[in-house]
């Protein structure tokens, strides 16, 4: 059985491209839908996989709790008021970040968010 993983980056800039690009060749006949949709796992795994083993940089955040909760594993927090200081001391404010903290591990069920 094929692991599954979040479908968080399909919201992404690069996750709606691809996902337009994929309809488009749907549309033209180019690909099958069975086709683009394992193109689209493909895709949730390899950036899953890149961001825990390539991203390094440690930041420290403050700001305001706004909301919280916990859902099938999985927690979501919005802040507001966000301030992020970088390890290179350079700091970053937003007025509003979500953050989606998932249960660790590499197979997942998909369908829980």
Known sequence: MASAYYEFYRGSSIG????????????????????AMKVLQQFDKSLADTIVK?????????????????CDDVW????????????????VHTQKIKIVACKNGDAIESGKR
């Open 54 to 70: 390539q991203v390094k940089v440690k930041s420290t955040l403050k700001g305001h709790l706004s909301t919280y909760r916990l």
């Open 16 to 35: 709606m491209a691809l996902t337009d690009s994929l309809d488009e060749l749907i549309t033209s006949g180019s690909i099958t839908p069975q086709l």
């Open 76 to 91: 979501t927090f919005i802040i507001k008021n966000a301030q992020f200081k970088m390890e290179s001391n350079e700091i």
